[in-house]
């Protein structure tokens, strides 16, 4: 893409009401728009990243076998009655409207209740069972404060799965698979290394819940963490008896702060009990189905990464999650020889299906780098009267900073390496 | 996909609170599922076809020039008090909920406000001009009566494209282009024929604004046709000046329901003016910049498919949107010969990349075959004890009911060249 059509532009100061880093950068760099506290718009960077990131989860949820569909915002009171979160007294993340007639209606912040009562038109027999859907949706959640950026939104996307089987045994075998697509997706993202599985028993739902948490000094969580023993535990729910469960103690435990990028929730037959969702077993018996729920946030984990990731020149993508591989700068593009050198070069990347984002427009040096180096793209390929006369062209890496002086077609053979 | 694997099961009875034909068709079919009046959750198969016009769609915008964005569903009051579209005199679409500090926002039914006031940040100069940005995202609005299944809903997805030019000349050239990137869409669908440019002047913005209206009975709005002289004019707007403005007479327009199916408007400089949106031009003049919006609903896209081809026996989807393009029968599955073959047939199909729902359950052929009729794939592929001593295989095409009997190779070659 060219850089003279993408209409964001670059901010140089950090905008005044923004406390967290991850939207700092990402609205200096135009990748989101602060609509409100915990309401941001993703404009064109940022909804490339948020594609990426879907697409690596959507790839995951597939090879589990789950199916995709799509529940809606607006929430029918009755089935969330029935569970017990309908009331403020009783759940704290309402957004709650009112239909023309007067009816009150909710937005969803999660979507137990509606998908158990859907279900109950689809699911009789034993031979239903298992299966498992997901959907990558918009929730809506009340927060009273809402400072972190993309960590912590009153609407933010989700990717919610949720899974139906005969028994715990055959839940905890799928648990496991899904722990396991989670950790393939963090190491996709580049955030493997620092993203633990962590008890977190006493959730929302279910004596048993675990969290994956990435170490991070942003996070609002604080956790436990024996390197050794490859444990971590909420610091929320940690006692003796979570000690000798784990076998820990307490001197081995390091505490840090980190961010939820993952959960995974036993819901056991809480919400098949109190919506009525049964199948008929192989003896003609009505039995509670057993759930589990497992969510994800795309957003959330976009900035995590920021997070993660920034320097003190601005955002370093990882090549999975970049908006676009290369960064191609034509320096002083006003050289009539340098910009049409530089634009044979965009077509020539664009030809081998890389991704680009070519900077044609007519800036000083210095504002290209800067502006470059805040945008974070993992290459960098400049095209300047130098390297004409050389032949030899710099491609920057912004992720180690390494340069490789390279002939044109070793360029375009070096990036061709890199695609993900 | 394995039948075996989807979780919806087929309904023999039309939902008893569901008027529309769209919305008890999709019921019946498991493609959607009703939450409340004008709220529906696409349920797997119904989620596919969204997403197979979503890409028509993203393609026809993309190939405009168009960037895509995601704009959020919460709404600050400011910019819309600033275009006086915030309070519910105004306007009386909204759906308005509370922050938990008491604040009122919110729930976007279009994007105009927050887009124009957001691009204050972004848009300086006229070299910054035109540019045009577009969305695919889930709208709210809060309709009294919802009683057409999708082709009204208080929830539902929407495409919405802004464009923003230097003069009403600009804008002009480029609402042509989007004329015929709409006709494209429509025609890809299959509703080119029936779909009209339908002069709606007097909408809600401009003097100028078209729609595109396909005719069909279940249509809310009315529209006269001039087959002849290929114009058509929305009956809400015509009076003796339209038809002289047209060089119509009365008697050559036929009068026809219809489905608004997409729209175009002049913005003018509405917005940019309420919002001071400007631009420095050459001389270093500010200027407001001129508008244009374009609308078009993949949910109700979808919904105006089924009305218009479905017929007595169910849905009827064209190859382009087909949620798979063959429905694999595997006739008395418990026949081991036939299991076998149909395994066979659905892994090779699979492998050529076409999309196959395979029945592989163990029902009666003649519920195998309602199911099939009602949930309405393209093609359907027996295979049963005949066609297994025949070497013959008969592909019966939904669409005109026509029939190939044809050996296994040559099923395959023909269903290879169906492949969108």
């Not at 103690?249 to 919400?271: D, M, S, T």
């Not at 009267?385 to 710099?394: H, N, R």
Request: hydrophobic share 40%; net charge negative; glycine share 6%.
């Amino acid at each position: 893409m060219r850089q003279s059509a993408l209409f964001t532009k670059i901010r140089r100061e950090a905008p005044k009401d923004e406390a967290a880093k991850n939207a700092q950068l990402l609205i200096r760099a135009g990748f989101i728009h602060k609509e409100m506290a915990g309401v941001y718009s993703f404009l064109p960077l940022g909804w490339r990243v948020l594609n990426k990131i879907n697409e690596i989860i959507r790839r995951a949820m597939n090879a589990l076998g789950a199916i995709e569909l799509h529940l809606t915002g607006l929430q029918n009171p009755t089935p969330w009655q029935a569970s017990g979160r309908w009331s403020d007294q009783e759940a704290d993340f309402w957004f709650k409207t009112k239909l023309k007639n007067k009816s009150i209606v909710g937005l969803a912040a999660t979507h137990e209740e509606p998908l158990v009562s859907l279900l109950r038109d689809h699911l009789h027999s034993y031979r239903d069972l298992p299966f498992c859907v997901y959907q990558i949706q918009t929730k809506f959640r009340n927060e009273t404060r809402a400072k972190s950026g993309l960590l912590r939104c009153r609407e933010f996307l989700m990717k919610d799965l949720y899974s139906f089987h005969h028994s715990q045994e055959e839940f905890e075998l799928f648990y496991d698979k899904v722990r396991s697509a989670y950790e393939d997706i963090f190491k996709t993202v580049g955030l493997g290394g620092r993203t633990h599985l962590t008890f977190a028993g006493g959730g929302t739902f279910s004596r048993y819940s675990y969290e994956f948490q990435t170490v991070c000094e942003a996070g609002e969580d604080t956790i436990y963490l024996s390197e050794n023993k490859g444990v971590a535990v909420n610091a929320e729910i940690i006692n003796d008896e979570v000690l000798r469960q784990f076998g820990l103690e307490k001197e081995e435990l390091v505490p840090h702060r980190a961010i939820e990028v993952g959960n995974l929730f036993n819901l056991g037959q809480r919400f098949s009990e109190a919506l009525d969702l049964t199948y008929l077993d192989e003896k003609g018996n009505k039995q509670p189905v057993w759930m589990g729920s497992y969510g994800l946030g795309p957003s959330r984990l976009l900035g995590t990464i920021v997070e993660v990731f920034a320097d003190d020149k601005g955002l370093v993508w990882p090549r999975s999650l970049a908006p676009f591989l290369v960064h191609l700068l034509a320096l002083r593009a006003q050289n009539p020889e340098v910009k049409k050198f530089a634009e044979k070069l965009y077509e020539q990347l664009e030809r081998v299906e890389l991704e680009v984002l070519f900077d044609d427009r007519d800036l000083t040096a210095g504002e290209q780098f800067a502006e470059s180096d805040l945008i974070g793209l993992p290459y960098r390929v400049v095209v300047s009267e130098k390297a004409l006369t050389s032949g030899k062209f710099e491609i920057v890496s912004r992720i180690d900073g390494s340069i490789e002086s390279l002939s044109l077609d070793e360029v375009v053979k070096f990036l061709k390496t890199k695609h993900v």
